[in-house]
């Protein structure tokens, strides 16, 4: 589990957060996002499928989500 830091309060304006995920001795890694709530169309969350933000793009999420389709990685590294 991960968060932006703001708790039950609303993110804070031009806010940019990032993640890396890695799991040693992995072939893949498979994330699950559930309750997004993002201003949709202007906020995003990116998953890289590697250490950094050049790396292919998984996922773009925007706007307010229950739940997002399972992400897979094709590795052991995901940057969010």
């Known amino acids: 589990s991960f968060s932006d830091g703001s708790g039950s309060s609303n993110y804070g304006n031009n ?12 072939c893949s890694i ?8 993002l201003e ?4 995003f969350i990116y998953v890289y499928d590697g250490p950094s933000s050049v790396y292919p793009v998984l996922a773009s999420i925007t706007g307010i989500l229950n739940t997002v389709p399972p992400i897979h990685s094709t590795g052991s590294i995901l940057y969010i």
């Open 40 to 43: 949709e169309d202007y906020d």
């Open 30 to 37: 498979n994330l699950n996002f559930n309750n997004v709530h």
């Open 15 to 26: 806010s940019n957060c990032s993640w890396l995920i890695s799991v040693q001795n992995a």
